[in-house]
């Protein structure tokens, strides 16, 4: 497992943007896939989008797809998702989670085993 830290919620009107960051704590050692996932109010938490270890690969909700975007920093251990357009239907708490990379899974949350503490995303109307 490995901490980390979620950054970057916040409130903001619907059709703005936000920037989340996750990082680790430490140096992650292995290749690690990581993802965002959400919960909101009197729903079950739902992925978002994932990355690949390397970078190449990125996964999306369908929902999300075309607004927003997951990068990553090996070098800071670190991972972004950038979100456009929001709706108010964004609006959750955001987690960052990561795991070993087996090159499958990617939006499937038994997968991850290593979870930030959330950050929490109001898009008003």
């Known amino acids: 497992q490995v901490p980390l830290v979620e950054s970057g919620g916040g409130l903001v009107q619907a059709g703005g943007s936000l920037r989340l960051s996750c990082a680790a704590s430490?140096?992650?050692?292995?290749?690690?896939?990581m993802a965002w996932f959400r919960q909101a109010p009197g729903k079950s938490r739902e992925s978002v989008a994932a990355?690949?270890?390397?970078?190449?690969?990125?996964y999306y909700k369908d929902s999300v797809n075309g607004r927003f975007t997951i990068s990553r920093d090996n070098a800071r251990n670190t991972v972004y998702l950038q979100m456009n357009s929001l709706k108010p239907e964004d609006t959750a708490v955001y987690y960052c989670?990561?795991?070993?990379?087996?090159?499958?899974?990617?939006?499937?949350?038994?997968?991850?085993?290593?979870w930030g503490q959330g950050t929490q995303v109001t898009v008003s109307s």
């Open positions: 430490g140096r992650i050692r292995g290749r690690y896939a």
């Open positions: 989670a990561a795991r070993i990379d087996s090159g499958l899974g990617y939006l499937s949350e038994h997968e991850y085993d290593s």
């Open positions: 990355i690949a270890w390397s970078g190449g690969n990125t």
